[in-house]
């Protein structure tokens, strides 16, 4: 009788806790859903003050005037190397696809054989006999005629 009792008292202790754990839980959600709506209300204050644009045309890229050189700690200053915008790469794509719509007349001499894959050695150092190799060989051929 005395054991029932007892593990009536730990089936309480344990609803107890559970009861416990499931409000912690519940007071969390609810913080976080106060989180998460706070972080629209700022998300929705920063976007009204961003400015807009209209349409995408009238979006401009930085062109590279604009940028600044980038001078090392040496002092030295580190050539620029033209870039192509997204326009300039856009056409290039377009002008592409139409050479790619153009057949070409193949030959089989123009046909390449593709080589089959063979990978390299992950340690080429440990497939080359060393010089010591050879020096310890005539060590013991010298030792044998002693």
Same mark, same amino acid.
């Given at each position: &009788?005395?054991? &029932?009792?007892? &593990? %009536?008292?730990? !089936?309480? =202790?344990?609803?107890?806790?559970?009861?416990?754990?499931?409000? *912690?839980?519940?007071? +969390?959600?609810?913080?976080?859903?106060?989180?998460?709506? =706070?972080?629209?209300?700022?998300?929705?204050?920063? /976007?009204?003050?961003?400015?807009?644009?209209?349409?995408? /045309?009238?979006?401009?890229?930085?062109?590279?005037?604009?940028?600044?050189?980038?001078?090392?700690? /040496?002092?030295? *200053? %580190?050539?620029?190397?033209?870039?192509?915008?997204?326009?300039?790469?856009?056409?290039?794509?377009?002008?592409?696809?139409?050479?790619?719509?153009?057949?070409?007349?193949?030959?089989? *001499?123009?046909?390449?054989? !593709?080589?089959?894959?063979?990978?390299?050695?992950?340690?080429?150092?440990?497939?080359?006999?060393?010089?010591?190799? +050879?020096?310890?060989?005539?060590?013991? *051929?010298?030792?044998?005629?002693?």
């Amino acid at each position: &009788m005395a054991r &029932m009792e007892a &593990m %009536l008292a730990n !089936l309480c =202790k344990e609803f107890d806790d559970l009861k416990k754990f499931k409000e *912690e839980v519940i007071s +969390n959600r609810q913080n976080q859903d106060a989180a998460t709506q =706070k972080l629209e209300a700022q998300v929705g204050y920063l /976007s009204k003050q961003a400015p807009s644009y209209s349409s995408s /045309s009238a979006t401009k890229t930085t062109s590279r005037e604009e940028c600044k050189a980038i001078t090392l700690r /040496s002092g030295r *200053e %580190l050539e620029e190397k033209s870039r192509e915008t997204k326009e300039e790469k856009e056409e290039d794509s377009s002008t592409d696809k139409e050479e790619a719509q153009i057949p070409t007349p193949s030959s089989s *001499e123009e046909k390449e054989v !593709l080589k089959p894959y063979v990978p390299r050695a992950p340690y080429p150092q440990r497939l080359i006999k060393n010089a010591k190799d +050879n020096q310890f060989s005539k060590f013991l *051929e010298i030792f044998k005629k002693l």
